[in-house]
């Protein structure tokens, strides 16, 4: 289950990615993709989006294991 937290945050932001190209092109189609450059902006923004949700979900888990071990630490 630790590789989930690393593919995990691919999915949103795939979908996210996505329809912002779908809509965000006008066409309201998939149109956009017959053209190679707009295949490498997709490529970036979803480097992008897929990073913070990564970080996001890495700094949450983290969180989470910080406050499990202190509430189980007698005082």
């Known amino acids: 289950m630790k590789t989930a937290r690393y593919w995990l945050p691919l999915l949103p932001a795939f979908a996210g990615v996505n329809w912002l190209c779908y809509v965000d092109e006008g066409y309201r189609d ?15 923004y979803l480097a992008v989006a897929y990073g913070l949700l990564l970080a996001g979900t890495l700094a949450t ?15």
């Open 30 to 44: 998939f149109r956009w993709m017959r053209d190679p450059g707009n295949w490498v902006a997709f490529a970036l």
């Open 61 to 75: 888990l983290r969180l989470a294991a910080a406050l499990r071990n202190r509430m189980r630490r007698p005082a």
